[in-house]
Each structure stands twice: as structure tokens, then as C-alpha cells.
């Protein structure tokens, strides 16, 4: 029996393979045949990106919120070291 060699798959393959799985068109074994993948891989995949779909868009709304913040500090040195007119 030959090892198969280990494969290193993108982050877009997984992506796909993960959402593909949570559409449920077709069935975990489905998707891992027809990608050559473990049906667990499939599994794992799917579960993680259940639990992290909520991070994308709490990202982008800290982000905003943190630019925001920034912007705010920013101004307010400005106007403490800003030279006052006489």
C-alpha cells in the first residue's frame, strides 16, 4: 500500500467545500467523493465555518468603529497643538 502524499489545500478550495456543505444540495459523502477528501474533513470544515460566520461581520463593524475612535484622537490633538491666534 503507497502513502498518498500530503496535500495542502487553499483557504478558497476549503471555503467552497465548506459552503457547498452548509447549501445541503448534496450530502457530506457527495462533496467528499466527488473532491477526493475524508467526509470528516468535510464535517470540519462545515462546523467551523458555522461557528465563524458571525466574525465577519463583527470585524468590519470594529474596524469602523476603531477608525472612528482614531479619527476622534486624532482631531482633538490637533486642536491642542494647533497654535492659538492672538
Do not use: C, G, Y
Not at 466527488?34 to 468590519?60: G, M, T
Request: hydrophobic share 35%; no cysteine; proline share 3%.
Amino acid at each position: 500500500m503507497s502513502k498518498r502524499k500530503r496535500r495542502h489545500l487553499s483557504a478558497e478550495f476549503k471555503a467552497r467545500i465548506a459552503k457547498e456543505a452548509l447549501e445541503k444540495e448534496k450530502t457530506i459523502q457527495q462533496i467528499a467523493q466527488e473532491n477526493d477528501i475524508a467526509p470528516a474533513q468535510v464535517s470540519s470544515w462545515k462546523k467551523e465555518l458555522e461557528e465563524r460566520l458571525a466574525e465577519i461581520f463583527e470585524r468590519k463593524n470594529n474596524r469602523a468603529e476603531a477608525a472612528r475612535k482614531e479619527e476622534l484622537r486624532a482631531s482633538r490633538l490637533e486642536r491642542k497643538v494647533a497654535p492659538t491666534p492672538h
